[in-house]
């Protein structure tokens, strides 16, 4: 409930189940949030799973939460854009904007300090959106993140795999990032040191690019191909890129002319 308050969308879970042993399971299926009047959910998630040493807290009163499996599966995203370039999530930012104002308790994340993630990952993801401005559906499918142990104060992998399709063809995106600490406040202001890489292979630019703000001069047509390594240090004070970008036929848009479509 203090959920759907806060986002002023229903937000409903289906099944409840869990176990106890030396492990202690939890899941949760069909977690969903309402879209607009008449509409699929915005946000459905197929089942979470969550695991942990029940062992290891009973034995630590607590301080040492290891947590053995946190799995989100059937992940689905639903947005649409009207032909006015109005999001259907819009609402959701305006309620989360008019409580700005409202006073914020101070952020705490000692509770934490014991905690440990040993498997976080989301599997099969999905993404689709029904733009009319570009007058063409996008979606990004098979969308798999996955990451190391979840530590507060250590080091933190996670890697991304996604196909894009854009009616018209199909890309893959694969990515990984390496933080040297995630940050025990979990404040990345400033910016810890980041090694990321980033292989991207024939994604059509005018269709994910009229995603882009209409006052900005987002490409209205090329295809890029990408294969990058960059590494991020002393607050974002040294950036290093190594790699190769290819933007074949490239055409940007006048960010004072109308949003053009592919």
């Known amino acids: 409930k203090d959920v759907s308050a806060k986002i002023g969308r229903e937000v409903t879970a289906g099944k409840v189940s869990a176990s106890l042993g030396s492990q202690l399971k939890a899941r949760i299926e069909q977690v969903q949030v ?46 649409a854009r009207d032909a006015d370039a109005r999001w259907d999530f819009q609402d959701i930012l305006d309620k989360l904007a008019s409580d700005e104002s409202a006073p914020k308790a101070d952020s705490d994340t000692s509770f934490l300090a014991g905690a440990r993630i040993a498997e976080l990952s989301i599997e099969d993801g999905v993404l689709e959106l029904d733009d009319k401005v570009l007058g063409r559906p996008l979606q990004a499918y098979d969308v798999d993140i996955t990451t190391s142990d979840v530590v507060l104060g250590d080091p933190l992998d996670v890697r991304l795999h996604a196909m894009l399709k854009d009616g018209a063809k199909e890309s893959p995106i694969d990515v990984t990032a390496r933080l040297a600490v995630l940050p025990k406040d ?77």
């Open 34 to 79: 309402a879209g607009l009047p008449g509409k699929q959910p915005a946000l459905y998630v197929g089942a979470v799973d969550v695991r942990f040493s029940l062992a290891r807290a009973l034995l630590s009163f607590g301080r040492d939460l290891h947590v053995e499996r946190f799995r989100v599966q059937g992940l689905q995203v639903r947005a």
């Open 186 to 262: 979990l404040s990345f202001d400033p910016l810890p040191d980041v090694e990321a890489t980033a292989r991207i292979t024939d994604v059509d630019l005018g269709a994910w690019g009229a995603l882009l703000p209409a006052d900005a001069p987002a490409p209205v047509r090329g295809t890029l191909r990408t294969d990058l390594k960059a590494t991020v240090k002393d607050a974002a004070q040294r950036i290093a890129i190594d790699g190769t970008v290819s933007a074949r036929e490239l055409g940007l848009r006048d960010a004072l002319s109308p949003m053009a479509t592919g």
